[in-house]
């Protein structure tokens, strides 16, 4: 009997400590993740440091995929099981439509930037997270909707709860920083990670929210360096 309620005891607990799918997944993005999310980019960021060039570079490179994204998070919205899953995806999709795309325009502005240079070419690495935003809307899958959104917004959320910004920072650095913080966008990050843990994936499912989730670490990685004149994008 003893011997009984201990093997149900430990089966238990091991259930009790079993990943969930998107911790599963940061831990497949290895050392990648811990790039994305203390990429100097960000310490400079917080720190008042990073010269207008790198933010502009940055700024108009991301604004370029705002559609597809947008595409994306609305298609998740519809595949969403039920309205209460669909709301708060809503209301955050609200949200890039206002705050974010008017801190983009605003600050394209408080650079100074030309229409050619808001206009500029999107960078490889632009393109290819635009692609893959774009299928993964495109597949009708909910799985990998969610992985993508899931890399798009948790290390979004993680670098910003990290950023610790000095005094005084212009308001052009500690908006971007502010959009990406708070109890708001936490529980925005806790919805879109909650709609990918419940789904009970099959192998093939799981082997593609994987493939759809390191593919974005990839393009974050990429993008981050892009932005600080590492590399040309290039994947």
């Given at each position: 009997m003893q011997l009984h309620l201990a093997a149900a005891l430990a089966l238990m607990a091991s259930f009790a400590a079993a990943e969930?799918?998107?911790?599963?997944?940061r831990s497949e993005a290895g050392g990648d993740w811990t790039s994305i999310t203390t990429d100097p980019f960000v310490e400079q960021l917080a720190a008042g440091t990073l010269d207008?060039?790198?933010?502009?570079?940055y700024l108009v490179q991301d604004h370029k995929f705002v559609?597809?994204?947008?595409?994306?998070?609305?298609?998740?919205?519809?595949?969403?099981?039920?309205?209460?899953?669909?709301?708060?995806?809503?209301?955050?999709l609200g949200l890039i439509a206002g705050d974010e795309n008017s801190y983009?325009?605003?600050?394209?502005?408080?650079?100074?930037?030309?229409?050619?240079?808001?206009?500029?070419p999107p960078a490889p690495v632009t393109k290819r997270f635009?692609?893959?935003?774009?299928n993964a809307a495109a597949s009708g899958k909910l799985h990998e909707m969610l992985a993508v959104l899931v890399v798009a917004e948790w290390s979004y959320l993680t670098w910003g709860e990290a950023a610790k910004p000095v005094a005084g920072l212009s308001w052009l650095?500690?908006?971007?920083?502010?959009?990406?913080?708070?109890?708001?966008?936490?529980s925005v990050i806790a919805y879109l990670r909650a709609q990918l843990d419940k789904l009970e994936l099959t192998k093939r499912q799981r082997r593609e929210a994987r493939a759809a989730f390191l593919e974005a670490v990839a393009c974050e990685k990429a993008f981050w360096e892009m932005a600080r004149g590492v590399g040309d994008g290039e994947l």
């Amino acid at each position: 009997m003893q011997l009984h309620l201990a093997a149900a005891l430990a089966l238990m607990a091991s259930f009790a400590a079993a990943e969930t799918t998107t911790e599963w997944l940061r831990s497949e993005a290895g050392g990648d993740w811990t790039s994305i999310t203390t990429d100097p980019f960000v310490e400079q960021l917080a720190a008042g440091t990073l010269d207008n060039s790198t933010l502009a570079r940055y700024l108009v490179q991301d604004h370029k995929f705002v559609d597809a994204f947008m595409v994306l998070l609305a298609s998740m919205v519809a595949q969403a099981p039920t309205l209460d899953d669909r709301v708060p995806g809503a209301k955050f999709l609200g949200l890039i439509a206002g705050d974010e795309n008017s801190y983009f325009l605003r600050s394209f502005d408080a650079l100074g930037l030309s229409e050619a240079e808001i206009n500029a070419p999107p960078a490889p690495v632009t393109k290819r997270f635009d692609a893959l935003m774009r299928n993964a809307a495109a597949s009708g899958k909910l799985h990998e909707m969610l992985a993508v959104l899931v890399v798009a917004e948790w290390s979004y959320l993680t670098w910003g709860e990290a950023a610790k910004p000095v005094a005084g920072l212009s308001w052009l650095h500690l908006e971007w920083i502010d959009l990406h913080r708070g109890d708001y966008f936490a529980s925005v990050i806790a919805y879109l990670r909650a709609q990918l843990d419940k789904l009970e994936l099959t192998k093939r499912q799981r082997r593609e929210a994987r493939a759809a989730f390191l593919e974005a670490v990839a393009c974050e990685k990429a993008f981050w360096e892009m932005a600080r004149g590492v590399g040309d994008g290039e994947l």
